[in-house]
């Protein structure tokens, strides 16, 4: 049986952990035999998924964290080392818009709430970048790993006014960026991807999406529209193209965007 695709006993670190993707993914990627570390801010959500895991077999352990606290951060990984010694992978799933920070539509932009818009810039971005540096550090010294970073097709086109695209553009760059330094200056041992994500239905965006009936709103109807697929995505369909990118099936790759988005970046009308 081929090992290719195995992640089995790697040590992955999942920030923003607690979010209806970050725990999907950590339950099937502990099903796969991983050793899944939590990180978010919600206790008891944390722990309310360790303890499903652990339900079935798996293995993993919640931290709290702010991804954009550098000392709490760094706690984390002491903590992360003590118990398993080493760190495997990153996924960098922390992050998501703030209403406050897109624009109505009847709005121009001059009516932009800068504070709104630099919270999501530091919010997506600068987590990302953040995390990235503090969990490099073992990956370096093991001289393997894999670093994932979550963005999105906003990244691509503007689906409105926000500093959400603005982000997820800049983490797009970054991991080109990033992917480049580490093979240039360490060898090509450390990979950096991104992953971006088309809509998924999830309880965050629900109301965004649908009516309280289950029927589409406005911007529900555009998004089917302008995908190919005609659906949502399920968080559990992200689970193959990152156990892809963690796993040695992708060793040759770094540096790009896995699309994950039903074709919506693909329409052009």
Known sequence: MSELFSISEKVIVITGGTSEIGS????????????????????????????????????????KTDVLNSEILMENLQDILLEYGRVDALINAAGGDLPCSTMASEATFLDLKLEAFKSVLDKNLIGTVLASQIFLKPMLKQGKGSIVNFSSIAAFRPISFSGYGAANAGISNFTASMAHELASKFGG?????????????????????????????????????QTPFGRFGNPEELCGTIQYLISDASSFVTGTVAVVDGGFNTFSM
């Open 24 to 63: 999907c993914l950590a339950k099937y990627l502990a099903g796969q035999g991983a050793f899944i570390v939590l990180l978010g801010c919600r206790v008891k959500v944390g722990e309310q998924i360790v303890a499903q895991i652990k339900e079935n077999d798996g293995e993993a352990i919640f931290f």
């Open 189 to 225: 041992k450390i990979r950096v991807n991104s992953v971006a994500l088309g809509f998924f239905l999830t309880e965050k965006n629900r109301s965004l999406l649908t009516e309280e009936n289950g029927c589409l709103t406005k911007h529900g109807q555009d998004v089917i529209r």
